[in-house]
């Protein structure tokens, strides 16, 4: 019984094409992340989600769109995707207020490539 | 802008002596810090963490040590096994609200 699950794992996809990666977690956490580990292996925050609210919003482009439907679920949807969009997407999930009040907990992570 | 830095990649250790994984990070707002294991094709899991307030931190075979004056932290493993072979990432976090910030991580090799 995941905790934190994603899908797809494995996303192949040409330049220009819209994908959606989906995150549903059963901890009754409150909230949501998606981290991005890039090719020099960083793993780096885009978003958080705290009872559906955005919460953090780092230096992202706009072609990404988090879409939180409830607080068990973070979606990310990326418009004309790019080369250097290839990465291992990470969703995370944890209590309000972490990591002080507790820990991440992290899906598998969605790999997606670029071509 | 590499706020965790981890400079070493890899570190290789034989079963049973000690793995000492570094970690040095450059905001001085960070006042809590922690480290996550993973493994090939799963995602990071977490393993301890410590506060500003404390040097130290050990849990089992785990121990994290701070040094705030040097922005330093260190993970030791003893001994080392086998099944800790893994991707080892430092983590901080500041003030509340903010995120994780990650460090590139080392890969810990542990031979029997």
């Known amino acids: 019984d995941t905790a934190v699950s994603q899908t797809p794992k494995y996303l192949v996809t040409q330049m220009g094409n819209d994908k959606s990666i989906k995150c549903e977690q059963n901890l009754g956490h409150d909230t949501m992340y998606w981290y991005k580990q890039d090719s020099k292996k960083f793993l780096k925050i885009m978003f958080s989600y705290n009872n559906k609210e955005l919460i953090i919003n780092e230096t992202v482009p706009n072609r990404f769109s988090p879409k939180s439907p409830d607080k068990a679920h973070l979606n990310l949807h990326i418009n004309s995707l790019e080369l250097g969009d290839s990465a291992v997407y990470f969703c995370?999930?944890?209590?309000?207020?972490?990591?002080?009040?507790?820990?991440?907990?992290f899906g598998e992570g969605s790999r997606l490539t670029v071509l | 802008d590499q706020q965790v830095k981890q400079n070493s990649p890899s570190l290789s250790v034989q079963e049973g002596r000690i793995s000492i994984l570094n970690c040095d990070y450059t905001n001085s707002m960070f006042d809590y810090f922690l480290w996550y294991k993973k493994y090939p094709a799963e995602g990071p899991t977490f393993l301890i963490s410590i506060s500003s307030i404390k040097d130290k931190n050990e849990d089992g075979r785990f121990t994290v040590f701070l040094n705030k004056s040097a922005k330093h932290l260190s993970l030791h493993i003893v001994p080392s096994q086998p099944g800790d072979s893994a991707v080892y990432f430092c983590a901080a976090s500041g003030q509340a609200g903010t995120a994780l910030i990650f460090g590139k991580g080392t890969t810990l090799s542990v031979s029997s």
């Open positions: 995370a999930s944890s209590q309000a207020g972490a990591p002080r009040t507790g820990e991440l907990f």
